[in-house]
Structure formats: C-alpha cells, structure tokens
C-alpha cells in the first residue's frame, strides 16, 4: 500500500517571526509543521491556537508545538528562528555571542533528528549565524542558506513601488551582500515591468531607496520601540520554505557558502542562488561592475571579521 505521510518542517524559536512562519507554511498548505521553542507552553499553546483556525483558514495540516527535539524527526526543512530580537540601540552584531550559543545548540538538536534536512537561518547577525550552523551542522554547505536576501529585496521593492506609485507585482529589485549597513542594492538590475530603475528616477532617489532599505529593519525596530519586523521575515522565510519543499528552482537572493564565486571564499552571503529540494542548486555570478564589487567585498569583509570574533568568543565558552 502507498505511504501516506506527509512532509514536515521544524520552525525553531516560537517569538513573533516564528509562530507567523508556523501560520504561513500551514495556510499556504506547504507542510506540517513542528514548532519548538524552550519555553515550555508557549509553542503548545501556538500550536492549539493555529490548529483551531483550520477550519476557517480550509487546511489539514497538522501543527505541534513542543520543547523536545525527538518530535521534530525527519523534517524535510528546519528553520532556526530562535535568538534575542534587535531592540533600539543595538545592532545586529550586538546580538553576536547570545545568538551564536543558541544557534550552536539548536542546529545541534535538530541535526540529531533530521541528518537530510535543508537548514534556513533567520537568526541575526543573519550571515554570521548562517556560517555557525553550517560548520556545527557538519552538513553539505547547499543544504544551510540565510534568510536574509530575500527580506531585504522584498524592502527595496517595496520602497520603489511607493516611489513610482507602481503596483509591487511589477517590480523586480536586486539585494546582494551581508543583512546590515553594508548590503549592496543594485540599481541596475532592479526593474519596474522590465524597465530599470535607473531610467525611471534620478540618482538623490535612489540613494534615499539605498539609505532606507540598508536600514529597513532598523527603522521598524525605532517605530516599534519594543520588538522588531515579523511579518516581511515570516512572508521571506515561507516562500523559501515553499521554493525547497516545491522543487521550484527559483532564482531567489540567499546567504550561500562561496567558495570562488565573486572572488570571495569561505564566507556566507547574499548572492543570487537556484533553490530546490537538494537546498542550493547552483549559485548564479552575476557581472557586476567594479564599484559594486568592492562594494560585496567590504560587505563580506565585515561578515568574515565578526564569523572570527564568533567562533572566538564561542571558544572561550
């Protein structure tokens, strides 16, 4: 007889990105889904609150909320969402040693359930952590890629269609480099229905839409005062989540392991990737002009700088 079970994912971290990715994957019908968190009652609690939306939201799928890693066996996908949220005032790489811990400790967990399953990191600093994993998962470096280009490319196209006064659906937008300060927007290969951006408005604009997507998270986590964005990280990290379980070779900005591309090696960051069920199909080396490299670089530089700092800190532990 024809098995009948159902594909899984594990959402790691059950704060306000990760309960909403739990809501997305379930009402999108992409999967089961298992979220855990170390607050016992919290994931359970979430878990019975989404499950009694199904009947209005029109899914099946089951949703669990637990505190022990042997519930979350053979999952397809893990997204690690755990770690301290940015608060005002702090950076991402403020969050350095107490997310690395806990990064460390949950790849470690899940790991031990899911040997095959494709890792997603949402966790800041989002490159730095993306790296953690991978060298504690012991995993092949397309199965675990970062969140965070996706995000910051849904940002800038968002900023371009207030801009322009265009509907979202027709612009394109590019964001490749590390999720902070240094993240490289590219004009030239974001578009409006295939137009580039570059032809539509002039270079003080553009350098306001940079400015203000480069700060996008902080800029929400100034206005909320007590938290920081959940809803565009849950929506990046669900369509991710859908391109891997779907097999869908999308063509989506993501913190890949670079091993030559770009000039640069043994670092992860956001460049241009093929994402399927094997995780990272193939990385895309996009021609960029001189400034924009330079541009990659300093931003990998600074990736690379605290990666070091990470695993030093993490060694005096």
Avoid at 82 to 100: E, F, H, W
Avoid at 131 to 140: E, F, H, R, V
Wanted: net charge negative; glycine share 8%; proline share 4%.
């Amino acid at each position: 007889m024809a098995s009948c079970t159902q594909v899984q994912v594990t959402v790691i971290g059950a704060g306000n990105v990760g309960s909403s990715l739990a809501q997305r994957i379930a009402e999108k019908d992409l999967a089961d889904v298992v979220l855990l968190d170390v607050v016992s009652g919290r994931p359970q609690g979430l878990a019975l609150d989404l499950i009694e939306a199904r009947g209005i939201e029109r899914h099946n799928r089951k949703i669990s909320g637990t505190i022990d890693y042997t519930d979350t066996a053979n999952s397809s996908v893990v997204v690690i969402t755990a770690g301290l949220p940015r608060k005002p005032g702090l950076s991402r790489d403020d969050l350095l040693l107490t997310n690395a811990k806990i990064v460390r400790d949950t790849v470690r967990g899940a790991i031990a359930h899911s040997p095959d399953a494709v890792f997603v990191i949402v966790t800041n600093p989002l490159d730095v952590m993306t790296y953690l994993a991978w060298k504690t998962s012991g995993l092949p470096a397309h199965q675990v890629m970062g969140m965070a280009g996706v995000l910051d490319s849904a940002r800038f196209q968002t900023f371009i269609a207030m801009e322009l006064n265009v509907s979202a659906a027709d612009v394109h937008a590019t964001v490749l480099g590390g999720h902070g300060d240094l993240m490289v927007p590219l004009p030239r290969y974001s578009t409006v229905g295939g137009i580039p951006i570059t032809e539509l408005m002039d270079q003080a604009t553009l350098d306001r839409l940079i400015d203000r997507t480069r700060n996008g998270g902080a800029e929400i986590v100034e206005l909320m005062q007590t938290g920081s964005a959940f809803f565009a990280p849950a929506s990046s990290a669900a369509l991710m989540v859908e391109a891997i379980l779907h097999n869908q070779s999308r063509l989506l900005p993501v913190a890949a392991y670079l091993q030559g591309e770009y000039g640069l090696n043994d670092v992860f960051i956001g460049v241009p990737c093929r994402i399927g069920c094997q995780g990272i199909e193939n990385i895309l080396e996009m021609p960029l002009t001189e400034s924009e490299r330079e541009a990659l670089h300093r931003s990998a530089q600074s990736v690379r700088q605290n990666v070091d700092r990470a695993l030093e800190l993490l060694g005096n532990t």
